[in-house]
């Protein structure tokens, strides 16, 4: 982008003259530049001979990255929209493992009191039954 040192400026028009784009024009004698119009060809700089005409680096504006305007839950925090049956599932292998680690406790002191163990014993071994008197 161009500018123009209006102290500098004695509005000559040399600059005028030579824009390709018609980018300048005098008020009040000194040279103006349109910035819509200009290309920032330069020719305008180096027809300057006053130096009234500098150049100014703009710095690129970087795109900023979209965000959505409702993100789903699931992105915030990491956090899912879920209730009890979820937390439960989570918890399934957690919970499976320590009630096999106490029934086999459990089944370890049964077999220590009954001094038997779950090995050979025939079918029907650990079934529950009801005996009933006169029923064998």
Known sequence: MYLVDRDRCTGCEACVAVCPRGAIELKEDKAIIDQRLCTACGI???A???GAIYEVEV????PAPTVA???PRSTIMGT???GLATALVSLAPVAMNVFSELAGRWLS???KQAGVTGVGLGR???RRRRWRAGRG
């Open 109 to 111: 002191a049964r077999e």
């Open 124 to 126: 029907g071994a650990g």
């Open 44 to 46: 305008c700089l180096e």
């Open 48 to 50: 300057c001979a006053t």
């Open 69 to 71: 305007a409702n993100p």
């Open 59 to 62: 710095p690129t504006l970087v």
């Open 80 to 82: 899912r929209r879920a």
